[in-house]
C-alpha cells in the first residue's frame, strides 16, 4: 500500500516504537501479573527483585503521585492494584531495570500474598448474580409482544459468538521521555493519543498540557489499542517521571496475549417471528455481553450491537435488550465491528434457524426481508437512498448464485468424504462514534517556504491506509503531486483533543478537516497569484504543481507560488476543525440519526468441508460492496479482503482458552489459531458498487471501508454450516461460534451417527 514503509519493514528499518533509537540512559520495564485471577490483594514484596543487580525499582500503587484510575466514565478500573485484584491481567507493579531482560527476570522474585476467589467466567452467570456494569440498554419498536403472538412461524433459539485476540503485529509499546520542566513525553502505539494523554495526566496527576503523547505508524490496532494502549504508556510514563530516566515497556507476544482486552464474547437469546410466507413480524433478542472485570468501552460496544441487531433487514416490530455483564475475565475491549458483529451473529442465526424449520432457501428468506429505501430502522430512522438491494442483485446475477446452488447440490450428491456449501450475505453498517460527541477533528496543513507539504491530524496509521486517503485528498485539493506531501506522525501538541482512530471514520473525520484546511491554503495562494498575474482567482488553478490559467499552463509553479505569497507576509498554515453534520441520538429514548451514513453490501462465500478431517476450505470470496468514490481503491480493496478473512478467523478459527485459575492458555501462536496463508480463499473478486447513490457520504464522496466488510465473514460460518448439514443424518442447527475444528468434527460425527 505504501511501498516505501512495507519496504522499511521488509529490511526491519525503525518502524514501530521499539524500533526508536533509544535515548542514552534507558531504562526498561515490565510488568508483574497477579498470582490469582481475582481477590484481595494483601501484600508486595519485591526486596528479592530489588536486590538483583540491574534492577532499579519497583513501583507499586502506593508510589503514582495522581489518580490511580484508568477509566475516564467511571472509576471502575485502578490502574494498579491496591487491595483488589479485578482480572487476570491486572498489573501490580513496574519493575524497572538496565535491560528488558533483566526486568521480566525480576518479576518472579517479587513476593506477593493474596487471596484468591473463585472467579465467575460465564456472562449468564454474572447475570443471575447481578453483576452488571449498567442497567439492561433497551431498545423497543413497534409491538413485537403482539407481533409474535400474530406470526405464523416461530423460531426461538441461542446464539453463541466467542472472543477474538487482536494479533496486532507491534505488541503494546510505550517509550517515555522526562521533560525539564517536570513533563513527560511519551511515543505509544495508540489509536487514541488524545485519550492516552489524558489517562497519563491523571495517573502522574499532571494538567494536559505537561503530557504530550505521540504516534507514528501501529504495527495494527483493530480496536485493541482504542483504550487498551494507555496502562502502558502510564507504567513508561510513570517509571520515567519518578526515576527521570528514559523508560521503555514493550509487552511481549505471550503477555500482551495475556494481559490486554479482546473482543466481548456475547450469548444471545433470540425470538423471531415471522408471516406465513417467511416476512419478519417481530424479533426479540436478550444480549449476554461478557464485558470483563471493568466497563472499559462495554456499554459502547453494546449501544452499536442494540443499533444494529436487526443485520441487513427490515424488522417492523421488536425488543432488544442488552446486559453488560461483569465477569473476571480481562476487560472486554474494542474490535473491529464494535459490537455490530455480534449483533448480526445473533439475527443471522435466527434466519438461518428459520429457513431450517420453514424449509425455504436461506438466500430466499434473506432476500424477502431485505432493508430498502424508505425503510424505518428500530431506532426511528427512516432510510434514504440504499444501495443494499442493488449489491444484492448485483451479486447474485455476477456470481451466478443460481448455478453455484445447482452445482453444489450436484457435488455433495456425489462427493464422498468432503461437502460444500455457500451463502450470501447482505451488510448495512452506520458510519459515525455511536458517541456523538467523538465526531470531530482537526487537521494542521502547514506549506513551507520551499513548496513541500506537512498534514498533522488526528487519524493514527495503523495500516488501514488512512494516511493514503488523507494525503490523496490534499494532494487533489491543493494540485499538487502527493509526493510533495507529508504526512506527520499524531501528536497531541500538534492536534489537540483529537477522537480515537476508531469507527472506521478516521478518514471521514480527519480527511475532512485536512481537505478543508487545503482548501483555505488554496485561497490565499491562488489569490496571491492573481495578484501576480492580474488575474481573476477563478480562472486559476494548480495542476500537478503547474498553475494554469484559463485552462491553460503558466510559468508559474505551485513552489514559486508559494515563495511570493511568504514575501507578501501570507499565512501558510492552515488548522481546521471538522464535526459530522447533522447526527444526533437522544440515549434516553433511543432514537434518533446516530450515523453520518450506512455502508452496504453483499458477499457470497463458498466452502468445502472435508469431512474426515473436519477441516474446511474458502474456495471463493466474492463480494459487492459500496465504497462510494473511493480516492484509494486498493486501500479498500485490501481492507475488505483482510476484514473478511479476520471475520472468518472470528467464526471458525480463533478461540481462547483460560483455566478455571484464570491463566491463559492459548497465549501463543501455536495453541491461538489465527488465518494464515492456507486460509485464502481460492477466488478472491472485489467488485466495487458503481450505482450512483447520491446521498450523504464521507470524503470526496468515498465510504468508510475499515470495520463493515468483517461481517462478510458470517458468509463463511453459514457456508460451512451448509455443508455440515450436507453431510449425515440431519440435525438442527445451533447457533455457536467458533466451529473450530474440533467443533466441526463432532457436528461431523453426531450426524454420521445420527444422534445428537
Ligand atoms: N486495517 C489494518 N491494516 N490495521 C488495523 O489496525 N483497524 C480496523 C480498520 N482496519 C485496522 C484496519 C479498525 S477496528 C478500524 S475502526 C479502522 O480500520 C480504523 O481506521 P479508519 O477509521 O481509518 O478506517
Ligand atoms: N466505534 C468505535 N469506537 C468507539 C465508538 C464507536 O462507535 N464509540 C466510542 N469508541
Ligand atoms: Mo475500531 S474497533 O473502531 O478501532
Given at each position: 500500500?505504501?511501498?516505501?514503509?512495507?519496504?522499511?519493514?521488509?529490511?526491519?528499518?525503525?518502524?514501530?516504537?521499539?524500533?526508536?533509537?533509544?535515548?542514552?540512559?534507558?531504562?526498561?520495564?515490565?510488568?508483574?501479573?497477579?498470582?490469582?485471577?481475582?481477590?484481595?490483594?494483601?501484600?508486595?514484596?519485591?526486596?528479592?527483585?530489588?536486590?538483583?543487580?540491574?534492577?532499579?525499582?519497583?513501583?507499586?500503587?502506593?508510589?503514582?503521585?495522581?489518580?490511580?484510575?484508568?477509566?475516564?466514565?467511571?472509576?471502575?478500573?485502578?490502574?494498579?492494584?491496591?487491595?483488589?485484584?479485578?482480572?487476570?491481567?491486572?498489573?501490580?507493579?513496574?519493575?524497572?531495570?538496565?535491560?528488558?531482560?533483566?526486568?521480566?527476570?525480576?518479576?518472579?522474585?517479587?513476593?506477593?500474598?493474596?487471596?484468591?476467589?473463585?472467579?465467575?467466567?460465564?456472562?449468564?452467570?454474572?447475570?443471575?448474580?447481578?453483576?452488571?456494569?449498567?442497567?439492561?440498554?433497551?431498545l423497543?419498536?413497534?409491538?413485537?409482544?403482539?407481533?409474535?403472538?400474530?406470526?405464523?412461524?416461530?423460531?426461538?433459539?441461542?446464539?453463541?459468538?466467542?472472543?477474538?485476540?487482536?494479533?496486532?503485529?507491534?505488541?503494546?509499546?510505550?517509550?517515555?521521555?522526562?521533560?525539564?520542566?517536570?513533563?513527560?513525553?511519551?511515543?505509544?502505539?495508540?489509536?487514541?493519543?488524545?485519550?492516552?494523554?489524558?489517562?497519563?495526566?491523571?495517573?502522574?496527576?499532571?494538567?494536559?498540557?505537561?503530557?504530550?503523547?505521540?504516534?507514528?505508524?501501529?504495527?495494527?490496532?483493530?480496536?485493541?489499542?482504542?483504550?487498551?494502549?494507555?496502562?502502558?504508556?502510564?507504567?513508561?510514563?510513570?517509571?520515567?517521571?519518578?526515576?527521570?530516566?528514559?523508560?521503555?515497556?514493550?509487552?511481549?507476544?505471550?503477555?500482551?496475549?495475556?494481559?490486554?482486552?479482546?473482543?466481548?464474547?456475547?450469548?444471545?437469546?433470540?425470538?423471531?417471528?415471522?408471516?406465513?410466507?417467511?416476512?419478519?413480524?417481530?424479533?426479540?433478542?436478550?444480549?449476554?455481553?461478557?464485558?470483563?472485570?471493568?466497563?472499559?468501552?462495554?456499554?459502547?460496544?453494546?449501544s452499536?450491537?442494540?443499533?444494529?441487531?436487526?443485520?441487513?433487514?427490515?424488522?417492523?416490530?421488536?425488543?432488544?435488550?442488552?446486559?453488560?455483564?461483569?465477569?473476571?475475565?480481562?476487560?472486554?475491549?474494542?474490535?473491529?465491528?464494535?459490537?455490530?458483529?455480534?449483533?448480526?451473529?445473533?439475527?443471522?442465526?435466527?434466519?438461518?434457524?428459520?429457513?431450517?424449520?420453514?424449509?425455504?432457501?436461506?438466500?430466499?428468506?434473506?432476500?424477502?426481508?431485505?432493508?430498502?429505501?424508505?425503510?424505518?430502522?428500530?431506532y426511528g430512522k427512516?432510510?434514504?437512498?440504499?444501495?443494499?438491494?442493488?449489491?444484492?442483485?448485483?451479486?447474485?446475477?455476477?456470481?451466478?448464485?443460481?448455478?453455484?446452488?445447482?452445482?453444489?447440490?450436484?457435488?455433495?450428491?456425489?462427493?464422498?468424504?468432503?461437502?460444500?456449501?455457500?451463502?450470501?450475505?447482505?451488510?448495512?453498517?452506520?458510519?459515525?462514534?455511536?458517541?456523538t460527541?467523538?465526531?470531530?477533528?482537526?487537521?494542521?496543513?502547514?506549506?513551507?517556504?520551499?513548496?513541500?507539504?506537512?498534514?498533522?491530524?488526528?487519524?493514527?496509521?495503523?495500516?488501514?491506509?488512512?494516511?493514503?486517503?488523507?494525503?490523496?485528498?490534499?494532494?487533489?485539493?491543493?494540485?499538487?503531486?502527493?509526493?510533495?506531501?507529508?504526512?506527520?506522525?499524531?501528536?497531541?501538541?500538534?492536534?489537540?483533543?483529537?477522537?480515537?482512530?476508531?469507527?472506521?471514520?478516521?478518514?471521514?473525520?480527519?480527511?475532512?478537516?485536512?481537505?478543508?484546511?487545503?482548501?483555505?491554503?488554496?485561497?490565499?495562494?491562488?489569490?496571491?497569484?492573481?495578484?501576480?498575474?492580474?488575474?481573476?482567482?477563478?480562472?486559476?488553478?494548480?495542476?500537478?504543481?503547474?498553475?494554469?490559467?484559463?485552462?491553460?499552463?503558466?510559468?508559474?509553479?505551485?513552489?514559486?507560488?508559494?515563495?511570493?505569497?511568504?514575501?507578501?507576509?501570507?499565512?501558510?498554515?492552515?488548522?481546521?476543525?471538522?464535526?459530522?453534520?447533522?447526527i444526533w441520538f437522544d440515549g434516553k429514548r433511543e432514537r434518533g440519526e446516530p450515523?453520518?451514513?450506512?455502508?452496504?453490501?453483499?458477499?457470497?462465500?463458498?466452502?468445502?468441508?472435508?469431512?474426515?478431517?473436519?477441516?474446511?476450505?474458502?474456495?471463493?470470496?466474492?463480494?459487492?460492496?459500496?465504497?462510494?468514490?473511493?480516492?484509494?481503491?486498493?486501500?479498500?480493496?485490501?481492507?475488505?479482503?483482510?476484514?473478511?478473512?479476520?471475520?472468518?478467523?472470528?467464526?471458525?478459527?480463533?478461540?481462547?482458552?483460560?483455566?478455571?485459575?484464570?491463566?491463559?492458555?492459548?497465549?501463543?501462536?501455536?495453541?491461538?489459531?489465527?488465518?494464515?496463508?492456507?486460509?485464502?480463499?481460492?477466488?478472491?473478486?472485489?467488485?466495487?458498487?458503481?450505482?450512483?447513490?447520491?446521498?450523504?457520504?464521507?470524503?470526496?464522496?468515498?465510504?468508510?471501508?475499515?470495520?463493515?466488510?468483517?461481517?462478510?465473514?458470517?458468509?463463511?460460518?453459514?457456508?460451512?454450516?451448509?455443508?455440515?448439514?450436507?453431510?449425515?443424518?440431519?440435525?438442527?442447527?445451533?447457533?455457536?461460534?467458533?466451529?473450530?475444528?474440533?467443533?466441526?468434527?463432532?457436528?461431523?460425527?453426531?450426524?454420521?451417527?445420527?444422534?445428537?
Open positions: 500500500m505504501d511501498k516505501k514503509f512495507s519496504l522499511a519493514a521488509l529490511k526491519g528499518e525503525p518502524l514501530y516504537v521499539v524500533d526508536f533509537p533509544l535515548p542514552e540512559g534507558t531504562l526498561f520495564g515490565a510488568v508483574l501479573p497477579p498470582p490469582v485471577p481475582c481477590g484481595e490483594l494483601l501484600s508486595i514484596d519485591p526486596s528479592a527483585a530489588l536486590a538483583l543487580e540491574g534492577v532499579k525499582a519497583v513501583f507499586t500503587a502506593k508510589d503514582i503521585p495522581g489518580e490511580n484510575q484508568v477509566n475516564d466514565l467511571a472509576p471502575d478500573e485502578p490502574f494498579l492494584a491496591e487491595r483488589r485484584i479485578l482480572h487476570p491481567g491486572h498489573p501490580l507493579a513496574l519493575v524497572v531495570a538496565e535491560s528488558e531482560e533483566i526486568a521480566r527476570r525480576a518479576l518472579p522474585l517479587i513476593v506477593v500474598e493474596a487471596l484468591g476467589e473463585r472467579p465467575v467466567f460465564d456472562p449468564r452467570e454474572a447475570a443471575l448474580k447481578g453483576r452488571l456494569h449498567a442497567p439492561p440498554e433497551v423497543s419498536w413497534g409491538e413485537p409482544d403482539k407481533a409474535w403472538e400474530d406470526s405464523f412461524w416461530k423460531i426461538q433459539g441461542r446464539a453463541d459468538s466467542g472472543d477474538q485476540e487482536h494479533l496486532y503485529m507491534e505488541t503494546q509499546s510505550a517509550l517515555a521521555l522526562p521533560l525539564p520542566y517536570g513533563g513527560v513525553k511519551v511515543f505509544s502505539s495508540t489509536q487514541s493519543p488524545g485519550g492516552t494523554q489524558k489517562t497519563v495526566a491523571r495517573i502522574l496527576g499532571l494538567p494536559m498540557h505537561l503530557v504530550t503523547v505521540e504516534a507514528f505508524r501501529l504495527g495494527g490496532g483493530f480496536g485493541g489499542k482504542e483504550t487498551n494502549a494507555n496502562s502502558w504508556a502510564a507504567l513508561a510514563a510513570l517509571g520515567a517521571r519518578l526515576l527521570n530516566r528514559p523508560l521503555r515497556l514493550s509487552l511481549n507476544r505471550r503477555e500482551d496475549m495475556a494481559f490486554t482486552g479482546k473482543r466481548h464474547p456475547y450469548s444471545t437469546d433470540y425470538s423471531l417471528g415471522l408471516d406465513r410466507e417467511g416476512r419478519i413480524l417481530s424479533y426479540r433478542v436478550l444480549f449476554h455481553q461478557d464485558g470483563g472485570a471493568a466497563m472499559d468501552l462495554s456499554l459502547s460496544i453494546l452499536r450491537t442494540l443499533l444494529h441487531a436487526t443485520g441487513a433487514y427490515r424488522v417492523p416490530n421488536g425488543r432488544a435488550t442488552g446486559l453488560s455483564c461483569r465477569t473476571d475475565h480481562v476487560p472486554r475491549t474494542a474490535f473491529r465491528g464494535f459490537g455490530a458483529p455480534q449483533a448480526f451473529f445473533a439475527i443471522e442465526s435466527a434466519l438461518f434457524q428459520a429457513a431450517e424449520t420453514m424449509k425455504v432457501p436461506l438466500e430466499e428468506l434473506k432476500e424477502r426481508n431485505l432493508l430498502r429505501e424508505g425503510d424505518t430502522l428500530p427512516t432510510l434514504g437512498k440504499e444501495t443494499l438491494p442493488a449489491s444484492w442483485k448485483k451479486a447474485k446475477a455476477l456470481f451466478r448464485w443460481e448455478e453455484t446452488e445447482a452445482r453444489i447440490e450436484e457435488y455433495n450428491r456425489s462427493a464422498s468424504w468432503s461437502r460444500k456449501g455457500a451463502a450470501l450475505m447482505p451488510i448495512h453498517f452506520g458510519i459515525a462514534f455511536t458517541y460527541p467523538l465526531n470531530q477533528a482537526s487537521a494542521l496543513v502547514n506549506v513551507y517556504t520551499d513548496g513541500s507539504v506537512s498534514v498533522s491530524t488526528g487519524a493514527v496509521e495503523m495500516g488501514q491506509g488512512v494516511s493514503v486517503k488523507i494525503s490523496r485528498a490534499v494532494a487533489e485539493t491543493l494540485g499538487i503531486p502527493p509526493s510533495r506531501i507529508r504526512m506527520e506522525s499524531t501528536d497531541t501538541s500538534r492536534i489537540a483533543n483529537s477522537s480515537p482512530t476508531a469507527a472506521s471514520t478516521g478518514a471521514d473525520l480527519n480527511g475532512e478537516a485536512a481537505r478543508r484546511a487545503a482548501l483555505l491554503l488554496k485561497e490565499r495562494l491562488l489569490a496571491v497569484a492573481a495578484e501576480l498575474l492580474g488575474a481573476s482567482p477563478e480562472e486559476l488553478l494548480f495542476r500537478r504543481g503547474l498553475l494554469e490559467r484559463g485552462g491553460k499552463k503558466t510559468t508559474w509553479s505551485w513552489e514559486r507560488v508559494v515563495k511570493e505569497a511568504y514575501q507578501k507576509r501570507v499565512h501558510l498554515s492552515a488548522l481546521v476543525h471538522y464535526a459530522t453534520p447533522a450515523f453520518s451514513y450506512y455502508v452496504s453490501g453483499t458477499a457470497l462465500v463458498e466452502v468445502t468441508l472435508d469431512t474426515l478431517r473436519g477441516t474446511f476450505r474458502t474456495d471463493r470470496f466474492q463480494v459487492v460492496h459500496d465504497v462510494g468514490s473511493t480516492p484509494a481503491p486498493e486501500v479498500d480493496r485490501g481492507q475488505i479482503e483482510g476484514a473478511f478473512l479476520q471475520g472468518l478467523g472470528w467464526l471458525t478459527l480463533e478461540e481462547s482458552r483460560v483455566t478455571p485459575q484464570g491463566k491463559m492458555i492459548t497465549d501463543t501462536l501455536t495453541t491461538y489459531k489465527v488465518p494464515d496463508f492456507s486460509s485464502c480463499p481460492g477466488v478472491v473478486d472485489v467488485r466495487f458498487l458503481e450505482e450512483e447513490e447520491g446521498g450523504v457520504r464521507g470524503l470526496l464522496g468515498s465510504k468508510a471501508t475499515g470495520e463493515p466488510p468483517f461481517l462478510y465473514g458470517i458468509a463463511g460460518y453459514q457456508a460451512l454450516w451448509k455443508a455440515i448439514n450436507a453431510w449425515g443424518r440431519p440435525q438442527p442447527f445451533q447457533g455457536i461460534a467458533p466451529l473450530t475444528n474440533e467443533r466441526l468434527l463432532n457436528l461431523l460425527v453426531q450426524r454420521e451417527e445420527g444422534k445428537p
